[in-house]
């Protein structure tokens, strides 16, 4: 994570953190959203640098396209399922439309991919874009509020970390 939302000097004496440290070798996987496809792809290309900055060698970083985010939870849990995979980012962007359909599919994919992460063990980044407009989405997808896949891919490398001392 950005020292500036996360400062070190928040850290006690004998806390751990994953701010700092090794990361484990393995494929970190971004399962992805085709809809709404221009948000998703910039989520896409944030979080790769993101991971590829952090020493990730782009084969080791596959990106799986899934239809919608409904989809998100079950293709996580199949990729889940290689030992060479370290971590997931679920990566996807739902608009508000004139129902609350949005808030079945935000809720249940948001629940799904917890019990995943709980279940595994594994750090599973949540990168779903929840918006009202698509203005906010663009906006959270590389615009002024920044680029939620970067903040997924970073959250996702810091739990690596964390693991990593936590197993020693």
């Known amino acids: 994570m950005s020292t500036e939302k996360f400062p070190a000097s928040q850290a006690r004496d004998g806390e751990l953190s994953g701010i700092d440290g090794d990361l484990p070798?393995?494929?970190?996987?971004?399962?992805?959203s085709r809809y709404n496809g221009e948000i998703c792809d910039a989520?896409?290309?944030?979080?790769?640098a993101t991971i590829a900055a952090a020493g990730y060698p782009v084969e080791l970083i596959p990106i799986v396209r899934v239809p919608g985010?409904?989809?998100?939870?079950?293709?996580?849990?199949t990729v889940i399922d290689d030992d060479d995979?370290?971590?997931?980012?679920?990566?996807g962007c739902v608009i508000k439309g004139e129902t609350t359909h949005d808030e079945h599919?935000?809720?249940?994919?948001?629940?799904a991919l917890m019990d995943l992460a709980v279940e595994s063990g594994l750090p599973i980044g949540f990168g779903l874009l929840t918006c009202n407009t698509a203005e906010q989405a663009r906006a959270r997808a590389g615009g002024k509020v920044?680029?939620?896949?970067?903040?997924?891919?970073?959250?996702?490398?810091?739990?690596?970390?964390?693991?990593?001392?936590?197993?020693?």
């Open 25 to 32: 070798e393995g494929k970190i996987v971004v399962v992805a």
């Open 43 to 48: 989520l896409v290309d944030g979080a790769i």
């Open 69 to 77: 985010a409904w989809e998100l939870p079950t293709v996580v849990r």
């Open 85 to 91: 995979v370290v971590g997931v980012l679920a990566l």
């Open 105 to 111: 599919i935000n809720r249940t994919v948001a629940s």
């Open 146 to 168: 920044g680029n939620k896949g970067v903040e997924t891919a970073e959250a996702v490398l810091e739990l690596l970390r964390l693991n990593q001392k936590l197993a020693e």
